[in-house]
Structures are given as structure tokens and as C-alpha cells.
């Protein structure tokens, strides 16, 4: 991305006839209006049968008020480069990219689905929590305490009587007894801990109904937390919220967490509704996200649907995982049931994105290869916007009275970035 100029939109209908407006930001260049330039695209998937290594004809146009405006038609869905020629004086580069009009019409939001605060074993407050989410850069965010659904309540009720474009869902982190494997609940309406420490015999009963529907599982307790599991994933759809399979390649002790048969049986069976493919690890601890990610790859190989997030699990904002690891969702809006549906629907792509290396998407190939460009060329512009969002969250954190008048300032800001990333008009 070349900060010295301004080009819109970035992200086009394939196929389609496009006007874009190209500007210099800096005083170091100057676009003057009798001064001919030369617009030439190229396309990096060079995939078709005939002229695929020919870039576009070239186009000279003369700007107008220090503005560059022409037409151009991407073809296919993909990343193209575009190139601002001035003679004698330097050529520039740009990238855009073009989505089938069906693809086009969804946004890309981040979000984490798994964190902690002080309410259970993490490092900060709810509210501190949820304003250092936006100003990172997420869309979406849920506190999801371990045994506890109130602190994300909590958070959420600190902001409720602001303009925010921050979406804070309820959340918790759901732990059966004599259960190893870990759930989160995401976006539910209710607590299912609760639920499990209120109706102890229910959960009992629930589970013995469930042992008796699985199949192929001798280890008996294999078989009771993987029927504890079940009704863990059918309390959290009763209640609206998205089940997420946690990290099941984490390492404790002498081995991993939960039992290979477990492991196994939630990917072969698929009772959840989305799998932790990436979470957020420790570079230390990286073999796990690593095996994760291959077991992944090797169920979508046998031909499953499988949908995916990335969470950081963060326990605190500044201990080298809050950031690192999230979720690019594809969607509507950043409403509950669009979200969730996009993630069911395997819309969704899983980032590790850790400092001074290369970040690692995870997904479905195109969606992957779209975010590889969302992470160059739009994420910047966007997560520049939250940051000033959440600084002001966090003033209204420390009972600032004037950051509720600065934030509905800047209600709608990151949404009109997108819409001019996009090209939308709306009526």
C-alpha cells in the first residue's frame, strides 16, 4: 500500500466496468492537470487459456483537479496490480481486487470469539478488555470467562448507552464436570454454566441419552465427556449462540488435553458448530495451532465442510497473543445471526498474524487469498479508525463524560470506509 496516494474503490465486481478516482495524498507529487499519465492493469492469476501472461491495453488519461479518473474492467475473481505511470518522474503501484457480485456484497469483519479478564484467570477488566478489542482493530468481540457468562454482560452493559460501531456479544467459557474438553459459547442468550450447576440431574440424564447414540468409542470416559459435549453444543444452539470446539491439540502436562478418540469423534462427527483451527498459543507452544491446522486440511481432503475461527484466548491485552490471532468473517453485517450464519457456512478465515513474520491464513483457498489482500491493503485504513474509536472507549472506561459525545462523532466511520473500499452507493 502506497500511503502518498487515495485510490477507490479497491474491492470491484469481476467482469464488470468500473470508475475509479486516484489522488496524491502527498505534496511531493502532484497530479497536474496537463500532464498525460498512463493506467496499466495486470491480473496475478494468470489462468486463462488464451493471453494469460497480457496485461490490459493501457490507458493514457489526463487528471482533473490534481484527480486521476478512469474505467476499468477486472476480470475474474482475484488481485490485480495497477500502475500509475508519470512520465519522467516514477512509476507507482497499487492493488484492487474483483469478487463475483454475489461475493462483493459481503463485508469482511474481525473478531474474536475467545478471551479472558480478571472475573475469571485473566489480567484486566471486562470494559478494558472490550476497549482494547477495538482499538486492535476488531469488528466483533466476546469476553468469555471460564465457568462465567456475567463478565461478558458486564462489558457490555459499561457500554450499552454509547454510539458504537464495536459489536460486544455475551460469551463464556463452558466447562463440564469430570469434562475435559473446552466449549465457548458464543453469542448465547443464556449461561449453559449456569444452566449445568441449576440442573444437575438434567445434565445427568441428558447425557446418559447421549452415551447411548455413540458408536465405535470404547474408552468409557472418551465416551461420557464426548456425550457431555453434545449437550453442551445443543444447550448453546437453544440458546441462539454459536458452539465453538476449542484447541484440541493444546498441551498439558504428559500429552494432549483431551483423548485422540475425542479428538477424533468431534471432527468425524461434527457436533459443534465451528472448530478452534487456530488459537492463540505461545511461540513456544506452536506445534499445537500447527497440528490443528493440519487436521483441518485433512478433513476438508476427505471432502467435510468444515467451519473454522481463530481466537486469541488471550488472558491479558500485553502478553503476546491478544492481536495475534483472530477472525475474518465474511457476512452481511456484523449483526449476531449474520455472523454466525457466515462462520456455519464456512465464510469465515482464521489469522495468525504474529509480529516480524508472515501472517497465516487459514480457510478455504479464495477466501484466503482475498484476505491476504484485505491484510495489505484494507485492514490499515480500518484498524487506524478503530484505534481512535476504542482510545475513546477507554476514556469512557475511566469515567471520561466527554467521550460519549466524541464517540457518536465517529458512529458510522468504518462503515463508510468500507463503502468506499467497495464502491457502494447507497439510495
Known amino acids: 500500500m ?15 466496468i468500473t470508475q475509479f478516482k486516484l489522488r496524491s495524498l502527498s505534496k511531493d507529487i502532484i497530479l497536474n492537470d496537463d500532464q498525460a499519465v498512463l493506467i496499466r492493469l495486470s491480473s496475478l492469476r494468470r489462468d486463462n487459456y488464451q493471453g494469460s501472461y497480457e496485461a490490459s491495453l493501457d490507458q493514457v488519461v489526463m487528471p482533473i483537479k490534481g484527480i486521476v479518473s478512469f474505467e476499468l474492467k477486472c476480470k475474474g475473481q482475484q488481485e490485480h496490480k495497477l500502475e500509475l505511470i508519470i512520465p519522467n518522474q516514477e512509476t507507482i503501484e497499487f492493488r484492487i481486487y474483483s469478487l463475483s457480485k454475489e461475493l462483493w456484497s459481503l463485508y469482511p469483519f ?12 485473566g489480567r484486566e477488566e471486562p470494559g478494558f478488555v472490550s476497549s482494547m478489542c477495538r482499538q486492535i482493530g476488531l469488528d466483533f468481540m466476546a469476553i468469555t ?24 456479544f455475551p460469551g463464556e467459557e463452558v466447562h463440564g464436570k469430570n469434562n475435559a474438553v473446552h466449549i465457548i459459547n458464543f453469542g448465547g442468550n443464556f449461561s449453559v454454566n449456569t444452566w449445568m450447576r441449576e440442573r444437575p440431574l438434567d445434565l445427568e440424564k441428558a447425557i446418559e441419552i447421549k452415551k447411548n447414540h455413540i458408536q465405535g468409542v470404547n474408552d468409557e470416559q472418551s465416551r461420557f465427556e464426548i456425550a457431555c459435549s453434545e449437550v453442551i ?27 485422540e478418540e475425542v479428538t477424533s469423534y468431534m471432527l468425524n462427527h461434527q457436533p459443534y458448530d465451528a472448530y478452534e483451527v487456530i488459537g ?6 506452536q506445534e499445537s495451532n500447527t497440528l490443528q491446522i493440519a ?54 478465515v482464521a489469522i495468525q498474524d504474529i509480529p516480524n513474520s508472515s501472517p497465516q491464513p487459514v480457510g478455504p483457498f479464495e477466501w484466503v487469498m482475498f484476505t491476504l489482500f484485505l491484510m495489505r491493503e484494507v485492514f490499515p485504513l480500518h484498524d487506524e479508525l478503530c484505534k481512535v474509536e476504542g482510545q475513546l472507549m477507554m476514556k469512557h472506561y475511566e469515567k471520561d463524560p466527554l467521550s460519549k459525545i466524541e464517540l457518536s462523532k465517529l458512529k458510522g466511520q468504518t462503515q463508510t470506509l468500507m463503502d468506499q473500499i467497495y464502491g457502494r452507493t447507497h439510495e
Request: net charge negative.
Open 2 to 16: 502506497d500511503h502518498r496516494f487515495e485510490l477507490f474503490p479497491k474491492v470491484v465486481i469481476s467482469n464488470t
Open 110 to 121: 474481525k473478531g474474536d470469539l475467545h478471551m479472558h479478564t480478571t472475573r475469571s484467570d
Open 145 to 168: 470467562d471460564h465457568g462465567q457468562y456475567e463478565p461478558s454482560l458486564e462489558a457490555i452493559d459499561l457500554y450499552k448507552d454509547l454510539s458504537l460501531d464495536l459489536k460486544m
Open 233 to 259: 453444543f445443543d444447550k448453546i444452539r437453544e440458546g441462539q449462540g454459536l458452539g465453538i470446539f476449542c484447541h484440541p491439540y493444546w498441551q498439558i502436562g504428559s500429552g494432549y488435553y483431551i483423548s
Open 280 to 285: 492463540g498459543y505461545h511461540p513456544y507452544e
Open 295 to 348: 487436521r483441518y486440511y485433512e478433513e476438508r481432503a476427505k471432502g467435510k465442510e468444515v467451519p473454522i475461527v481463530g481466537v486469541s484466548d488471550a488472558h491479558g491485552c500485553f502478553n503476546n497473543l491478544f492481536g495475534w490471532f483472530y477472525t475474518v468473517v465474511f457476512s452481511k453485517s456484523s449483526q449476531k445471526e449474520d455472523l454466525l450464519d457466515a462462520i456455519k457456512s464456512c465464510r469465515s
